[in-house]
Nanobody, 122 residues
């Protein structure tokens, strides 16, 4: 089982990035996915998640209206579209998968991908 996150980089405030999480070694259908982030000196936090059953989504208040999570089970890929980026979005972003309908916290995560750095700075 492997999760490979990509798409991070340096972007100016107000810019956009799209993160991708490519999964291999398992079938995505019964897994919820989430994107977490961790900034220096801070705890890892759940940014967004998407359910395995009906594609319902969750967003942290800090990213609502700016970020969009989606999944393509056929392509075995989960995406996080990030718009109107702010300096406080700077963090390492991690993709996560859990054999359940939803992810609510880092405790229940079965699989983690390696992080991808997102830096928002002028």
């Amino acid at each position: 089982v492997q999760l490979q996150a990509s798409g991070g980089g340096l972007v100016q405030p107000g810019g956009s990035l799209r993160l991708s999480c490519a999964a291999s070694g398992f079938t995505l259908d019964y897994y919820a996915f989430g994107w977490f982030r961790q900034a220096p000196g801070k705890e890892r936090e759940l940014v967004s998640s998407i359910s395995s059953s009906d594609g319902s989504t969750y967003y942290a208040d800090s990213v609502k209206g700016r970020f969009t999570i989606s999944r393509d089970n056929a392509r075995k890929t989960v995406y996080l579209q990030m718009n109107s980026l702010k300096p406080e979005d700077t963090a390492v972003y991690y993709c996560a998968a859990d054999y359940s309908d939803a992810i609510y916290s880092a405790i229940s995560v079965d699989y983690w991908g390696k992080g991808t750095q997102v830096t928002v700075s002028s």
